[in-house]
């Protein structure tokens, strides 16, 4: 079982960049793929980006690639997402996810969620 706790959200002009935060409690979260997910008022959560639990193949959503990255760190039990040239639509509650072993970009295919941190960029 894992825990999952994003941090790092907050408030950021168009064109800035914020780096959230994932830290995991329990066992086995080197042998998890971790995953990015975002929600917007009014809209369906949708896929962000995921890292395998090895690090070495990562995945990212068409409207995000070249300007976030995800990262790992599995000594400290973290997971990164690092957001640059940050848009007013990236408005949104992003969600850390855990998955034993392969988990793509499907909700279903993840186990565990954190409670999600808040992003808002100002035009």
């Known amino acids: 079982q894992v825990q999952l706790v994003e941090s790092g959200g907050g408030l950021v002009q168009a064109g800035g960049s914020l780096r959230l935060s994932c830290a995991a409690s329990?066992?086995?979260?080197?042998?998890?793929?971790m995953g990015w997910f975002r929600q917007a008022p009014g809209k369906e959560r949708e896929f962000v980006a995921r890292i395998s639990w090895t690090g070495s193949t990562t995945r990212y959503a068409d409207f995000v690639k070249g300007r976030f990255a995800i990262s790992r760190d599995n000594a400290k039990n973290t997971v990164y997402l690092q957001m640059n040239s940050l848009k007013p639509e990236d408005t949104a509650v992003y969600y850390c996810a855990a998955g034993r072993g392969y988990s793509g970009n499907r909700e279903y295919e993840y186990d565990y969620w954190g409670r999600g941190t808040q992003v808002t960029v100002s035009s």
């Open positions: 329990g066992r086995t979260f080197s042998s998890y793929s």
